[in-house]
């Protein structure tokens, strides 16, 4: 419905995407991002998007801490930087231990950190700000 | 002869080769089936539970469909792995989740299989099945089970009865301290924690009536956690019943006292309480805690109390730190004078010793 509205006032839709690695966190944060007028593309890892999927600009980035390849947390934040490009980067994962927030708030590159188990009406909250 | 020996051996080996390697190849094939089932089971959950958190009108399911959903993929009660790991991903879920949406899919596991499964389990002979049960329980928020698990509550096995004091937590949450008084296990350091970082996630508003209700419970737990919970919620009103507790006869009520009063900041009058304390406390150890606690709360140091503890205080180890304090605060000559009085004693005391001597 909120896709329909923008498209009548021909104001583009905004584009997130989601990278969780749980697929029912995965599902509700589709539905939740959904509901609060965005255009949703998932996934679980970076890997599985195609080129042009990667090479889209967003303007909104959820995504979760991985660890593929053996790589560190911070490392990637960096590769998400490097290979998908959004305004705004959110960050939801399990891993919210404190010193782990502050290291990824101090970050440029991060905007929100969300850490697991947290309250989805704060991120909805956010969503509507952003719409 | 040996020829055809030798051949049957090689038969036999080669028979048990295939058989073994039947065997590992079904083994691989039900795993991969049964991965394959559990991820049919965690996608169709995933999107049950994405659906009635956020899904629009048309998108919602009755639970006698999301109920058929799931007997159709053999979530039924002669199935109990299926169930356990449907069991796994409800509390999976439950945990991710805070504030409206926890209650909200705690609703939602009220009306869908297997809501009795857990219950099964606390009537179970063995002692951790039982527990695990309660354990589900809670996760999955059945607050419908609270007067059933609360029989739990002071069960002579110490798993069953910890995880029961939690859901009595979760369920309840701070009118479950009603319980405390009534319990006669102890409550170990580590459960007293989980029991305030249960209250802090889930009932993060105090209601310090019933806190106040348990200040006369007999046991040294119940104290423990009621100031464990006075010093997690930062009770400003509250700190008078810890500040009690510093003369407690027993030397680990009167430690946690300490650990919890070094959260608050003490108000004047506060302060002169913990200092006509002071003495009461034998532990040269403790007496050290409380002076920092002192120091740290105190504006101005009380010039007086200091230097009656350099007079009268048996231990050298004590006069040392008060020094340490009076020095720093920039009454160096108080110490001074003391060191002075005190050298002065001691050649009086060598001249008498020297006198009877001679």
Known sequence: ??????????????TALIIQEDIIMRRILERLVKASGFSVQICSSIDDLALHEQNTEYDLVISDILFDDGISSFDFAFRLGNEISSKLLFIVTKM???????????????DRFFGIPFDLDELERELIKLV | MQEKDFFIVIGCSFLVLVLLWILIASSIGYRKYREKKQAVIEETFADIVSRHLYGNASEQLSFIEIQ?????????????????YLINLMIRTQRSLLGRNYKKIGDLYKRIPPYRASFRKTQHRKWYVRAQGIREIYEMNQAGYTAYIAKFRDDPNVYIRREAQIALVVFLGWESLRFLPYLSREIELWQQIKIVEKLHDLYP??????????????????????????????????????????????????????????????????????????????????????????????????????RDILLNNSSDFIKLKVSEVLWKSGYEELVVEYNRSLVELEEAFSLNQNFQEA
């Open chain 2, 68 to 84: 058929r959903i799931f007997r159709k993929l053999g979530v039924f009660r002669k199935n109990p792995a299926t169930v356990q």
């Open chain 2, 205 to 306: 508003e105090p209601q310090v009536q019933y806190i106040r209700k348990c200040y006369d419970v007999e046991h040294d737990f119940g104290k423990s956690l009621l100031m464990r919970i006075i010093r997690k919620f930062r009770l400003e009103e509250e700190v008078d019943f810890i500040i009690d507790m510093l003369s407690h006869e027993s030397f680990e009520i009167r430690e946690t006292a300490i650990y919890c009063l070094s959260s608050f900041q003490l108000s004047p009058s506060r302060l002169e309480t913990v200092k006509s304390l002071f003495g009461e406390l034998e532990n040269l150890q403790q007496q050290r805690q409380v002076l920092a606690l002192i120091e740290r709360s105190s504006i101005i140091p009380d010039v007086e109390f200091y």
């Open chain 1, 96 to 110: 919210g231990q404190e010193v782990i927030r502050q290291n990824f708030l101090n970050m440029e590159r991060v």
């Open chain 1, 1 to 14: 419905m909120n896709n329909a509205i923008s498209e009548q006032h021909n104001v583009p839709v905004k």
